[in-house]
């Protein structure tokens, strides 16, 4: 069995602990959190995050499940000194940057740490592999929603005056329909997306100052045409409590002698933070293999062969997926 902790029990945490139960190779120890371990109901194996590095010989590895904005490049690099990991850190232009501090630190560590897993980055990742390898003539489109993103929510939460928000990212049909006709149109990141943001701010906060420091916001929202709505909090409950998301991946281009082609992966998810959990834990066996294998650092999911994910053997795969 592997031997699983949780560091974080935020959405993405309690889908962790929710997806480990479908697994028949992996058992939860231990959830670590910054808050009371005594203060959570039931049975949860809950242990103060001050005590995690007690646990060093006794996980195979710990699934992260702190936000990209501040949380994992401060507890990415300190977890991957004592345990190998697995992250969803999804700040798409940092990416190269908190790799290295991974590579940096899992490699002094002799752990292996996978970051940056998901949907997207993650799945839609391996998608544009395959899209760029199998049509090396053509373009490249992403477009997610409509949906939740956690990561933008989190990023307006940590804005001074903020008590709660909710951020929906919401691709322009135009754009969709260009790219889906074959014509390879030239799309600005500000022309394929709008974010919607839905903010409940704190007694006598400057709404003005809220909204100025959400829309100029480098990274996540700076580069889109942004909307921010001011709404109650019974009105954030009742109208938007769910977690929905999606999108997909196109790559369009021409075969050698001419043909159209067109690849397309999609997702539509009832709940984002359940299937991010999902893509976690299938990850978190995939580094417990690398691992014993002997491979140390970061990696990504682009650098894993696919039957690793899978709770299956070699033989299995062949016979019921080739």
Same mark, same amino acid.
């Given at each position: 069995?592997?031997?699983?902790?949780?560091?974080?029990?935020?959405?993405?945490?309690?889908?962790?602990?929710?997806?480990?139960?479908?697994q028949?190779?992996?058992?939860?120890?231990?959830?670590?959190?910054?808050?009371?371990?005594?203060?959570?109901?039931?049975?949860?194996?809950?242990?103060?995050?001050?005590?995690?590095?007690?646990?060093?010989?006794?996980?195979?590895?710990?699934?992260?499940c702190?936000?990209?904005?501040?949380?994992?490049?401060?507890?990415?690099?300190?977890?991957?000194?004592?345990?190998?990991?697995?992250?969803?850190?999804?700040?798409h232009?940092?990416i190269?940057?908190?790799?290295?501090s991974?590579?940096?630190?899992?490699?002094?560590?002799?752990?292996?740490?996978?970051?940056?897993?998901?949907?997207?980055?993650?799945?839609f990742?391996?998608?544009?592999?395959?899209?760029?390898?199998?049509?090396?003539?053509?373009?490249?489109?992403?477009?997610?929603?409509?949906?939740?993103?956690?990561?933008?929510?989190?990023?307006?939460?940590?804005?001074?005056?903020? =008590?709660?928000?909710?951020?929906?990212?919401?691709? /322009? !049909?135009? *754009?969709?329909? #260009?790219?889906? %006709? &074959?014509? @390879?149109?030239?799309?600005?990141?500000?022309?394929?997306?709008?974010?919607?943001?839905?903010?409940?701010?704190?007694?006598?906060?400057?709404?003005?100052?809220i909204?100025?420091?959400?829309?100029?916001?480098?990274?996540?929202?700076?580069?889109?045409?942004?909307?921010?709505?001011?709404?109650s909090?019974?009105?954030?409950?009742?109208?938007?409590?769910?977690?929905?998301?999606?999108?997909?991946v196109?790559?369009?281009?021409?075969s050698?002698?001419?043909s159209?082609?067109?690849?397309?992966?999609?997702?539509?998810?009832?709940?984002?933070?359940?299937?991010?959990?999902?893509?976690?834990?299938?990850?978190?066996?995939?580094?417990?293999?690398?691992?014993?294998?002997? =491979?140390?650092?970061?990696?990504?999911?682009?650098? /894993? !062969?696919? *039957?690793?994910? #899978?709770?299956? %053997? &070699?033989? @299995?795969?062949?016979?019921?997926?080739?």
């Open positions: 069995m592997i031997r699983v902790g949780i560091a974080g029990y935020g959405n993405v945490g309690k889908g962790v602990k929710a997806a480990l139960s479908q028949p190779d992996m058992e939860l120890y231990a959830i670590f959190t910054r808050r009371d371990p005594g203060s959570f109901d039931g049975d949860l194996p809950m242990v103060a995050m001050a005590d995690i590095e007690a646990w060093k010989d006794r996980l195979d590895v710990v699934i992260l702190g936000g990209s904005a501040t949380d994992l490049p401060v507890q990415g690099p300190e977890m991957a000194a004592h345990f190998c990991t697995v992250d969803s850190f999804d700040t232009a940092k190269p940057a908190y790799f290295a991974m590579e940096k630190a899992a490699s002094a560590a002799g752990t292996l740490s996978l970051i940056s897993a998901g949907w997207d980055p993650g799945l990742s391996l998608n544009r592999l395959l899209g760029n390898a199998i049509l090396p003539q053509g373009s490249d489109y992403t477009f997610w929603g409509r949906g939740v993103s956690q990561g933008h929510s989190d990023a307006i939460r940590r804005v001074p005056g903020v =008590k709660n928000a909710i951020q929906y990212t919401v691709p /322009v !049909p135009e *754009a969709v329909e #260009a790219v889906r %006709s &074959g014509d @390879e149109p030239v799309l600005s990141t500000r022309q394929k997306h709008t974010r919607l943001c839905y903010v409940v701010a704190e007694e006598g906060a400057d709404r003005q100052e909204e100025r420091q959400i829309v100029t916001m480098p990274n996540y929202f700076s580069d889109y045409d942004t909307t921010v709505h001011f709404i909090e019974e009105e954030l409950r009742r109208d938007h409590s769910g977690m929905p998301h999606g999108g997909f196109i790559r369009t281009g021409k050698a002698v001419g159209r082609q067109r690849m397309e992966f999609s997702l539509e998810l009832e709940s984002n933070p359940e299937f991010t959990a999902n893509v976690l834990v299938c990850c978190a066996r995939a580094v417990v293999r690398l691992h014993a294998e002997g =491979k140390q650092g970061a990696c990504t999911m682009l650098d /894993v !062969p696919p *039957a690793y994910y #899978a709770c299956m %053997s &070699g033989e @299995e795969l062949r016979r019921t997926l080739l």
